[in-house]
Nanobody, 125 residues
């Protein structure tokens, strides 16, 4: 298993940027596909972005694909999410997740086995 800890959340204004980080400990970080998900109050957890072990494949939800960038540094066992031009719709708790054997599309919550505690992002006018 791998333990995941997110950081970098905060309160920002519309149009500003944030970079989230997710540090993994435990087994080899490079063994896992990694994803970012978010959850707003009263809504289901939704897919945001994902990448495979060596970043050769990335996926984004349509609403963020022109604004966010997912990346990873396996040497530092860290996953990143660069978020640009934030809007109110981006508000929520952001979770990083790690998966391996059940990963298929990389977009589904059910594909991941390990989750961080989440970091809150609030975007206001």
């Amino acid at each position: 298993q791998v333990q995941l800890v997110e950081s970098g959340g905060g309160s920002v204004q519309v149009g500003e940027s944030l970079t989230l980080s997710c540090e993994g400990t435990g087994r080899s970080f490079r063994d896992y596909a990694m994803g970012w998900f978010r959850q707003a109050p009263g809504k289901n957890r939704e897919f945001v972005a994902a990448t495979n072990w060596n970043s050769e494949t990335t996926h984004y939800v349509e609403s963020v694909k022109d604004r966010f960038a997912i990346s990873r540094d396996n040497g530092k066992s860290t996953l990143y999410l660069q978020m640009n031009r934030l809007n109110a719709e981006d508000t929520g708790t952001y979770y990083c997740a790690a998966g391996r054997s059940r990963v298929s599309t990389m977009r589904g919550v059910e594909e991941y086995d390990w989750w961080g505690q989440g970091t809150q992002v609030i975007v206001s006018s």
